[in-house]
C-alpha cells in the first residue's frame, strides 16, 4: 500500500445526531436544494469540511450521468487525492448485473488511470432519505490506496435536510485484507 496513515480528525462526539459514534451528522440542504453557496457540512470543526462540501457537489454532479436502468439506483462518487485533485465516478450498470460498477469503484479508477495514488476523502451521493454507505467490495478497493479517510455520505431525498454524515473507511472495512500475507 503506497498511502501512509493519515491522522485525520474524528468528528466530536457532540456533532453527532441520530448516528453512531463514529459518524457525524451533516446538513445537505444546500446540496439537496442545489444552492450551494451555503455549506452542507454543519458547525465545520473539521479542516477537511470544505473540500468535503467541493466532493459532495462534484459527486452530486456526476450522480446525473449515471447508468442505472435496471436498479434505477444513481450513485456520484467523488474522490480528493494528496496532490488536490478530484476524480469521479457514477455507477455503470449492466445487463449481466454482476458486471455492475459502482461509482466509488469508478471514481478510484479514473484516479489510478491519471497516475495518482493517494486518496485523502470521499463522497458518496445517493438519492435517498439518507446516506448509503460504500459495498463491500468498494470499502476493500478504496482500502487498497487508503488505510483511512473520511467518507461523506449525503442522501438527496431527504425532508428534513438532515441527510448526510461523514464516517472514516477504517471504521467501515476493519481488519482490512492488505495484502501482506501475499509478499
Ligand atoms: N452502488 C454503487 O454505485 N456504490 C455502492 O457502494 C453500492 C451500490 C450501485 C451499484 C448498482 O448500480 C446500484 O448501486 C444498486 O446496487
Redesign the pocket.
Given at each position: 500500500m503506497s498511502a501512509k496513515k493519515k491522522a485525520l480528525p474524528r468528528p466530536p462526539a457532540k456533532t453527532a445526531k441520530k448516528k453512531a459514534a463514529s459518524s457525524k451528522a451533516v446538513s445537505s440542504k444546500a446540496v439537496r436544494n442545489k444552492a450551494a453557496s451555503k455549506s452542507p457540512v454543519r458547525k465545520q470543526p473539521d479542516p477537511h469540511a470544505s473540500l468535503l462540501d467541493e466532493l459532495v457537489q462534484r459527486a452530486t454532479a456526476v450522480r446525473k450521468n449515471a447508468y442505472?436502468p435496471y436498479?434505477r439506483?444513481s450513485?456520484g462518487a467523488a474522490i480528493a487525492t494528496k496532490s488536490g485533485r478530484i476524480f469521479e465516478g457514477c455507477?455503470v450498470?449492466n445487463a449481466s448485473l454482476g458486471a455492475?460498477i459502482?461509482?466509488?469503484r469508478g471514481a478510484i479508477m479514473q484516479m489510478i488511470a491519471a497516475g495518482e495514488r493517494e486518496p485523502i476523502a470521499c463522497a458518496?451521493v445517493t438519492g435517498g432519505e439518507d446516506g448509503?454507505s460504500?459495498?463491500g467490495i468498494?470499502r476493500q478497493v478504496l482500502a487498497e490506496f487508503a488505510k483511512d479517510m473520511p467518507i461523506v455520505l449525503v442522501g438527496l431525498g431527504a425532508r428534513d435536510g438532515e441527510t448526510g454524515h461523514v464516517v472514516q473507511l477504517a471504521d467501515l472495512l476493519p481488519l482490512a485484507f492488505d495484502g501482506s500475507a501475499l509478499r
Open positions: 442505472a436498479s439506483y450513485v455507477n450498470e455492475t459502482c461509482a466509488e458518496v448509503a460504500p459495498c468498494c
